[in-house]
């Protein structure tokens, strides 16, 4: 694993948590 990848995949992870935050609330 890259980091590259793993930076990309972190980032991804905070949308997915982000916006079910949103879809809670």
């Known amino acids: 694993m ?3 990848n793993v930076g ?7 949308k ?3 916006l ?3 879809g809670l609330l």
């Open 2 to 4: 890259q980091e590259a």
């Open 8 to 14: 990309e995949i972190v980032v991804n992870v905070r």
């Open 20 to 22: 079910i935050v949103q």
């Open 16 to 18: 997915i948590i982000f």
